[in-house]
């Protein structure tokens, strides 16, 4: 079946540590997104991609990093600059950028300690 | 001003009851996205909107672009259709940017 997967559910990290999320999609998409969620706030977007090799920062970028070398695969790096790392991360794919509902993965709940 | 207001924040029916969520917005749109989110946390699309109404199943979404309003209807609610409902924009000129409304949690008991 297609659809997008991140993994872990859920991760638990030391400060000071980085830490990967992944996210791949089968959906044969060309834009990929992270999204950041806190409680009481809306979506928030952290990097976006609409093409192999190509990414743009959100906004709220600072202290994350991505990649997007293949088609199907976004991970996200969240670095220890990242003042308040603990959240639920969100990945969503779509045909493409603008126009064309997005696909959501079931999200990675990190925990930094 | 947040671009994208929901209201009510929270609403909590009865079981059967016919449930109304709106969304207000202050930017030109190319469309109108709602969402739902369940408490697990994933995420699924229900409607992309750009003009008058769409339905699917028990629910139906409504789009006025000159109010620069939309909302979401629930007939016959239930139980399972507790979750947070989020409104997310498609700003004019085709953004690849959604913006997102802080959303309504819904509790339907039974």
């Known amino acids: 079946d297609g659809g997008i997967t991140q993994s872990p559910k859920y991760l638990f990290r030391k400060e000071g540590q980085n830490v990967t999320l992944s996210c791949e999609q089968n959906?044969?998409?060309?834009?990929m997104y992270w999204y950041r969620q806190d409680p009481g706030q809306g979506l928030r977007l952290i990097y976006y991609?609409?093409?192999?090799?190509?990414?743009q920062k959100g906004d709220i970028a600072e202290g994350y990093s991505v990649s997007r070398e293949k088609k199907e695969s976004f991970p996200l790096t969240v670095t220890s600059a990242q003042k308040n790392p603990t959240a639920f991360y969100l990945c969503?794919?779509?045909?493409?950028?603008?126009?064309?509902?997005?696909?959501f993965g079931p999200g990675t709940r990190l925990t930094v300690t | 001003k947040n671009e994208v207001e929901q209201s009510p924040q929270n609403l909590t029916a009865q079981e059967g009851e016919f449930i109304t969520i709106n969304c207000s917005y202050s930017?030109?749109?190319?469309?109108l996205h709602w969402l739902q989110q369940h408490p697990g946390g994933g995420i699924v699309s229900l409607f992309m909107?750009?003009?008058g109404k769409k339905k699917h199943g028990r629910l139906i979404a409504t789009i006025n672009i000159q109010e620069k309003h939309s909302s979401l209807h629930i007939t016959a609610s239930h139980p399972r259709d507790s979750a947070v409902y989020i409104c997310?924009?498609?700003?004019?000129?085709?953004?690849?940017?959604?913006?997102f409304g802080k959303g309504t949690k819904l509790t339907v008991n039974p």
């Open positions: 959906l044969n998409h060309d834009a």
């Open positions: 969503a794919s779509s045909r493409l950028a603008g126009y064309y509902e997005q696909y």
């Open positions: 909107l750009s003009s």
């Open positions: 997310a924009l498609d700003a004019q000129g085709g953004s690849e940017k959604l913006v």
């Open positions: 930017v030109g749109i190319s469309a």
């Open positions: 991609s609409q093409i192999v090799n190509d990414f």
